[in-house]
């Protein structure tokens, strides 16, 4: 008798969905705290929902954000969004999507400044173990 297969990792869309739900969140609400906590007033509940419906899969600065918000690991977060992108879900790259040329981390149009000293890994480190937000943050 051969052993039942592991278990499937999640996808990011249902992750974000069950965080979101946990919180007894609407997308708007989401986007609203996100957009606070990140000092970028442009997220809708429509990039939200792109997210959980994965038409799109967030970049590492919307995947850093997205960690402090929800109060979820950022690991998790980033391994439900690698899982996502290989099986081909995401199909349209845009502003929540890392693009050819975008630094590893940080903003999907490429700007220098997104991503803390350290790069993504001390974010990842930082953020899970609670000691740090992402740098764009001020005091």
Do not use: N, Y
């Amino acid at each position: 008798m051969t052993p039942p297969p592991p278990p499937r990792p999640a996808q990011l869309g249902p992750l974000l969905a069950r965080c979101r739900l946990a919180r007894s969140w609407s997308q708007q609400r989401t986007a609203a705290e996100l957009c606070a906590a990140a000092g970028v007033p442009t997220l809708s509940r429509h990039e939200v929902s792109r997210w959980e419906r994965q038409r799109r899969v967030p970049g590492g600065f919307w995947l850093g954000w997205l960690a402090v918000v929800l109060d979820v690991p950022l690991v998790a977060l980033a391994e439900a969004a690698a899982v996502t992108r290989r099986a081909g879900s995401a199909r349209a790259v845009g502003p929540g999507r890392a693009t050819a040329g975008a630094r590893p981390g940080g903003r999907a149009d490429g700007r220098a400044g997104a991503a803390p000293a350290g790069g993504p890994a001390a974010l990842r480190v930082a953020v899970e173990h609670g000691t740090r937000r992402p740098a764009s943050v001020v005091a």
